[in-house]
């Protein structure tokens, strides 16, 4: 192996941490130290020789750092961090705000092209490789329709709508994919459907001692907005079961192009899909395989914020063109 | 709609007319003419108003023309067009030959970049839509396993083999992937599985008058290399039957990613498969997106032979960047 592309972190939580474990995956990479803002002799790294420092001396690091992968949330964080330290590094992040993202495109775009950095912003599965999928369904099938569906995944606004219910006193809510929706799609029928049309919401509950169990079911599944429009289902389970089965963090998702090609209108379908048993670990792999790629090409000059639609897929793979061509193409 | 991408196409078979059709589907290009090693006059384009001119005639073509969509097969036709035509136009095909891909490159490199062109090489689904799914599903999760399936698809070697047994009037042959094998790797087992473990044979096979049914079978299925080591079915049908039902060029496939992540070793599953109505329709597609891409990559001056890892997948959406960013990402 040659170069080590030397890489730094902003941020210890899921992603963060997901990230420490997946330079590890990558022999093309090593961690030079985890940043945060907190004082860093409290924060508690899964590997005891990961170096923490403070965000505050951050600028001691732009000659040690090829590229920093910023971990922090797109709410509040992010529109902070992108461009501010897109003036120093290399960045890539994960910003997953959707309507605001040609917002923070423009403004880290500010900050990276006049400082000569490469910034890949909106990394990770959606946005990222379900956008991807979109873009090359609608190319290659320009008459058609794409569906995204998510889940079987775990959603936090709608389990904290369920920990809110009198009575509750834990619980998840996972976002389930309707088979039937998926079905009719992949069978090319091209069905009108609704966001309610294509997900199911599956809720698992643990009751306070002597709560209604009826009146919280009928609670959570007429709640406007979270649950009534959709086909809900609520379990009740004990305490332990909740910290047992519910404590991981799975999604997922489908992204499907349903296209007519010829003049026989013959249906042609293209299916992405992920089934994660961590969805934060798995955004953590795609930031660091983006990292590799912002590496190079800043190597080759191209500089300024940058989305996964200008990035040739052959910067994010270790292997050289020339391999890619003999061994995967 | 400003500027058109003026695209003329070699060849005229199933690829060349699938061209023809889809350039239609696509309001910034348009189609200047189709060029045949025949007879102009003997060739029956779909589109009366489309221009038939013969190959000799092509240099005249220069100027009038953005991209040629070479329409050849890979055997003969490919290795001898690509470097002729890459002195002359931008240039797409669809060479598949895996195996030969590197020499044809260096080939195709050779002509392409001196005379200021660009040349995507191996375009469609496999080369194509699905090593970008192999690049993209190793690089996010290096720590796992690669499974490429094919089918349901007519395969033309297979029922060429059906077609010679004693007894044998007519047949197809259908290569489906195991849905066993699919569920194991969709579940994160991770099995060894070889070809033959991933796919099955289905033969319709019509019957000469008198034939021993019983002895076709059994020929076909104990055929070495072809079907003896396979699940082989064998289904008896009429003419009729194989004309009306067996006319169509169906196939697809799955590549589906298994990977692990993070200190508990998660699950991670990328999944991408087509379900094609027309296998030549859906290439013929993907060649005129990535006509597209060539005439952009131009534009820019980026030279040279190129395959889809090479292409910033911006390049290939009639969408401008901020377009994207703003609906797609």
Redesign the interface.
């Known amino acids: 192996m040659g170069e080590q592309i030397r890489i730094g972190i902003i941020g210890y939580g899921n992603l963060g941490r997901?990230v420490e474990?997946?330079i590890k995956?990558?022999e093309d990479m090593s961690l030079v130290a985890v940043f945060s803002r907190r004082d860093p002799a409290s924060v508690d790294v899964?590997d005891p020789q990961v170096k923490v420092a403070s965000v505050d001396d951050i600028e001691q690091y732009t000659d040690a750092i090829d590229v920093m992968i910023l971990c922090g949330g797109s709410a509040t964080d992010l529109p902070e961090q992108g461009p501010t330290y897109a003036k120093l590094f290399n960045t890539i992040d994960s910003f997953d705000n959707?309507g605001k993202?040609?917002e923070y495109?423009e403004s880290v775009d500010k900050s990276a092209k006049p400082n000569q950095k490469t910034s890949i912003i909106?990394v990770g599965w959606d946005?990222g490789?379900f956008?991807?999928?979109?873009?090359?369904g609608?190319?290659?099938?320009?008459?058609g329709t794409t569906y995204t569906f998510w889940g079987k995944g775990l959603s936090q606004g709608h389990s904290d709508a369920v920990r809110r219910v009198a009575g509750v006193k834990g619980g998840v809510q996972y976002t389930l994919p309707s088979e039937e929706a998926i079905q009719r799609v992949?069978d090319?029928e091209d069905p009108d459907l609704s966001t309610r049309d294509r997900h199911k919401r599956e809720c698992y509950v643990v009751a306070e001692a002597g709560a209604d169990l009826a009146k919280i079911e009928q609670d959570i599944k007429t709640m406007p907005n979270y649950f009534a429009d959709y086909d809900t289902t609520v379990h009740f389970i004990t305490e332990e079961q909740l910290k047992k089965e519910h404590a991981?963090m799975p999604h997922?998702g489908f992204v499907i192009r349903s296209?007519k090609?010829?003049?026989?209108n013959?249906?042609?379908?293209?299916?992405?899909?992920?089934?994660?048993?961590?969805n934060p670990?798995?955004t953590?792999?795609?930031l660091v395989?983006y990292a590799?790629a912002a590496y190079r090409m800043s190597q080759e000059g191209l500089y300024g914020a940058k989305?996964?639609?200008?990035?040739?897929?052959?910067y994010?793979?270790?292997k050289t063109?020339?391999e890619?061509?003999?061994e995967?193409?």
């Open positions: 997901g474990s997946a995956q990558n899964d959707h993202i040609p495109f909106a946005p490789l956008s991807l999928n979109r873009l090359m609608e190319a290659v099938l320009p008459k992949r090319g991981a997922g296209g090609t010829g003049k026989s013959n249906n042609q379908i293209v299916e992405f899909s992920l089934k994660l048993g961590s670990e798995f953590s792999s795609a395989a590799r989305t996964i639609y200008d990035v040739a897929p052959g994010v793979s270790p063109a020339a890619l061509r003999k995967l193409l």
